[in-house]
């Protein structure tokens, strides 16, 4: 177990790349222009990576295009390909300290829930899609005796990987690994908040045998560096995690350009429903404090809308404010914090202002709602929970990507599914009940991609996760998630008599 003070000492040693890697090497920038990566919970300068432009947009494109119709790793056969992702699936690990470090040091995170949760989960959806791109079979058509119809799957060509700043490590691992194990060229860029993550994955799959321009990775912010892939005449698709607004820009982007495919996964305002006839309320009330808490709540599929029965509605409550304070944030390198700090200082004003905002429409704040001041920081903010919530209050409605939560109370099954269908969103949702027939009822009347019975947010690389609504289309993980990264392809023999 590491303690604070050698996480401390690692950290004084880390190296941030902050050049772009393509062809196989770290590119020297074409401008001047750079952006400055802060540490949220000191506010202390890590590095000034270089903006990905244009020309570096169109050099990265063209060596990927390049890579892919020669064949350099398309045209490997699945099991040469299985070879490297699982190399690199042990790399990852290898390098779980290091990678662990740079996620918790450039966007707050916790340094053990990175290292435990984040690494490992990146590095075994590796290794699930090495493992699964050597199983997966085509098809026969039922056609007439003299002809045979087969049904394949091929690579798309060149895929644009956009990954947001949560969970750096993981949504690069979500995108990269199906799309490597389809046969695709890939360009990942990360969000600006957090590059160094995946800058370092791109060395390791070098290391890991990936043929050089097969995968580069671009840093730079969505104006220049995403708007620019987004409207890139050669790229085949845009996968892209982050916000609903952003993701609607990329839509605007493929119709102005070359009509590429772009898959979302955007916002939600996921519900936790809880039913009187819960038999395990301390377990339901532990989960739901994980479920808006975890990560200080910057989750896309974070439980952030609690519906409660009325009738065990104060219970529930103050069980969950006891939770609470289970998750009061710390220093990220400190092994015994539950939270950190928010991402940004303009990020910690934005969730403060819709605290604010929720006491100014009458809800009822019982606990938490201020910042703290850590390691000369104030982008700590407490666990929050809002009792008194209605449905047409902000933060009944909107994403707060914050340790926010809001308390609604129902009286009846009908009520509680309109509540939690009543928004833009359809990512998630869970709902705690003991009786069955209502967990199959209310689970296939609720408006999301994942409902998680006696549990929240339910992952595996097994099931696909991603939602509805305003929440995107398309899914991640699973075998479904090669739809993204291939296109069915029919070959037509007609058999000579």
Known sequence: ????????????????IHQAIIDGQKQLSTSEKTFAVINPATNRLLAAVDISEQATVNQAVSVARRCFE??????QSPASRKQVLLRLADLIMQHADELALLDSL???????????????????????????????????????????????????GVIAAVVPWNFPLDMAAWKVAPALAAGNSVILKPAEQSPFSALRLGEL??????P??????LPGNGDITGKALGLHEDIDA??????????KYFMQYAAQSNLKQVWLECGGKSPNLI?????NLELAAEKAASAIFFNQGEVCSANSRLLVEHSIHQEFVERLLAKAQQWQPGDPLDPASRTGAMVSSRHADRVMGFIQNACEQGAELRCGGQQQRINHSSNYIQPTIFTGVHAGMTLAQEEVFGPVLAVMPFDSEEQAISLANDSIYGLAASLWSDDLSRAHRVAQRLNAGTVSVNTVDAIDASVPFGGGKQSGFGRDLSLHAFDKYTQ??????????
Request: hydrophobic share 45%; charged share 15%.
């Open 488 to 497: 069915l392809k029919t070959t037509w023999i007609q058999l000579r008599r």
């Open 212 to 217: 050089p321009g097969v995968l580069s990775v």
């Open 275 to 279: 039913f009187a006839d819960c038999q």
């Open 1 to 16: 177990m590491w303690t604070q003070q050698k996480w401390q000492q690692l950290a004084g040693q880390q190296h941030f």
């Open 70 to 75: 020669r064949g350099d790793w398309s045209q």
């Open 238 to 247: 845009v996968v892209f995690t982050g916000s609903t607004q952003v993701g």
């Open 106 to 156: 450039s966007m707050g995170k916790t340094v053990t829930d990175a290292r435990e949760i984040d690494v490992p989960g990146a590095a075994g959806v590796f290794r699930w899609y090495a493992e699964s791109l050597d199983k997966l079979y085509g098809q026969i058509a039922p056609t007439a005796q003299d002809a045979v119809a087969m049904i394949t799957r091929a690579p798309l």
């Open 205 to 210: 799959a070098l290391e890991a045998g990936l």
